[in-house]
């Protein structure tokens, strides 16, 4: 479940193996713990706080922060995959029904509860080795500036993807409790993360690190977009009229992230058999309790897992390429299978999207066509309308990244798998509730602090 690297493909891989939380203590008992004798042992595992307070633990920190946003991102991907149409159940533990059929208000489902704790620690790492590098870099004793700047992507991702999944949130700091930030406070999320992402472009640029700028650019394109889009479809309740997106700086930052990276660059988090297993992968493919749904796929035999690709593009009438490579890597990775957080495919999207939004179709076609040509396929020009070629391109492009249950809700599209009498059937921009693991425990939620 723990992510462990990232991945930046064109294919440049950003270096090194990264732990989770407890990773990032051994990481900081190595630089900090050391023996005078043979029988002087220490348990890498026992740090408390100080051990984190020393500039020595500045990479155990970012690295921590890295393994437990990419772990509580694998575990956001799965139940956005589910409730949108990407997953279908197959197996035993019904609650995923639950989320499948679109019934996402429950605050005690299994799924959504467990997967909460995994997320807000995510979220506490990634702030907390903020707070602890920027005060190492206030006092000069950060010697990598580029590990802050890391910190404040991983948090950015984080904080992006909780706003496009949770109705409502919480931001505590271990046991001081806050209150929920309130459903119609949670565009000030994706401005967080704009803010991180704005303060880790000025330190890149400063240490001349370009792979991080690129991926700093993209992240902040994507989260713009995705702010966007969130202000389409809140409060929930309506399908907007105009579901089309045109944000400038969006535009102007994937412009300028397209400039510094190659067609097919992704950034990903990515899982090994050296760390640990994505919990997409642990589900689907191990488990076998979840499988692409049969938009996306043809099914085995027993209904388990996935024969061949069968959405086909709209004008060569062949599977779809991009969807294609991302199931079969998929399947074949196991548990171990890559996230992409964002990538060239996507910033060509938002582009497209932004030319059609300004009724612009030749430039529309020009980014859809840069996308096509590069699977292999003919041009669009005209065959099936414009914003249908958008979203279809978004549904295989960006499968199993967390974008489709929003894309849903703006596009007035759903799920054949959702119950006609569920939630995000009948309120579009039904997001997940907080979880029941934090509503009996916050006394802000309870009425008793």
């Given amino acids: 479940m723990i992510g462990t690297t990232e991945d930046t493909k064109s294919r440049t891989r950003m270096p090194g193996s990264r732990r989770a939380l407890a990773g990032a203590a051994v990481l900081a008992a190595s630089g900090l713990a050391g023996c005078s004798g043979l029988l002087d042992v220490q348990n890498p595992n026992s740090l408390v706080q100080d051990d984190l307070n020393s500039p020595a633990a500045a990479a155990a920190l970012a690295n921590g922060a890295l393994s437990t946003v990419a772990r509580g991102f694998g575990e956001i991907i799965l139940l956005h995959g589910t409730a949108a149409d990407e997953l279908k159940f197959t197996g035993s533990r019904d609650a995923w029904v639950q989320i499948q059929e679109g019934d996402l208000r429950d605050p005690a489902n299994e799924f959504s509860d467990a997967a909460w704790p995994f997320v807000v620690e995510g979220r506490w790492m990634a702030d907390e080795a903020i707070r602890l590098l920027s005060t190492f870099d206030a006092e000069g004793t950060l010697t990598n500036r580029n590990l802050l700047a890391r910190a404040q992507l991983y948090a950015a991702i984080i904080y992006t993807q909780i706003a496009d999944t949770w109705e409502d949130f919480v931001i505590s700091d271990r046991t001081n409790t806050a209150g929920p930030v309130g459903s119609e406070n949670m565009l000030g999320l994706y401005d967080q993360a704009i803010g991180r992402l704005d303060s880790a472009l000025e330190i890149v640029r400063i240490s001349g690190n370009a792979s991080l700028e690129a991926a700093i650019l993209a992240q902040r394109a994507r989260t713009r977009h995705a702010r966007a889009v969130r202000s389409l479809i809140t409060p929930a309740g309506t399908t907007p009229a105009n579901p089309l997106v045109n944000d400038p700086g969006a535009v102007s930052d994937a412009q300028?992230?397209?400039?510094?990276?190659?067609?097919?660059?992704?950034?990903?988090?990515?899982?090994?058999?050296?760390?640990?297993?994505?919990?997409?992968?642990?589900?689907?493919?191990?488990?076998?309790?979840?499988?692409?749904?049969?938009?996306?796929?043809?099914?085995?035999?027993?209904?388990?897992?996935?024969?061949?690709?069968?959405?086909?593009?709209?004008?060569?009438?062949?599977?779809?390429?991009?969807?294609?490579?991302?199931?079969?890597?998929?399947?074949?990775?196991?548990?171990?299978?890559?996230?992409?957080?964002?990538?060239?495919?996507?910033?060509?999207?938002?582009?497209?999207?932004?030319?059609?939004?300004?009724?612009?179709?030749?430039?529309?076609?020009?980014?859809?066509?840069?996308?096509?040509?590069?699977?292999g396929l003919s041009d669009w020009t005209g065959q099936i309308p414009a914003r249908q070629m958008l979203q279809h391109a978004r549904t295989t492009g960006l499968y199993m990244t967390g974008r489709r249950l929003n894309d849903h809700y703006r596009f007035g599209t759903t799920s054949a798998l959702w119950n006609p009498n569920a939630a995000a059937a009948q309120r579009p921009g039904t997001l997940f509730p907080i979880a029941e693991i934090e509503r009996t425990s916050n006394c802000f939620i309870q009425g008793t602090c």
Avoid: C, H
């Avoid at 991302?326 to 890559?338: D, F, H, K, L, N």
């Fill in 256 to 375: 300028a992230a397209l400039a510094m990276v190659g067609a097919d660059w992704q950034y990903r988090f990515t899982y090994s058999a050296s760390t640990i297993s994505n919990n997409w992968g642990a589900w689907v493919n191990e488990r076998l309790e979840l499988r692409p749904s049969d938009l996306y796929v043809i099914p085995t035999a027993n209904d388990k897992q996935v024969q061949s690709v069968s959405l086909q593009d709209p004008i060569d009438g062949v599977p779809d390429p991009a969807l294609v490579a991302i199931i079969t890597e998929a399947v074949a990775a196991r548990q171990y299978g890559p996230i992409t957080v964002v990538s060239a495919r996507e910033l060509r999207l938002i582009l497209a999207e932004a030319a059609l939004a300004a009724q612009d179709e030749t430039g529309f076609g020009q980014q859809i066509n840069l996308l096509r040509s590069a699977d």
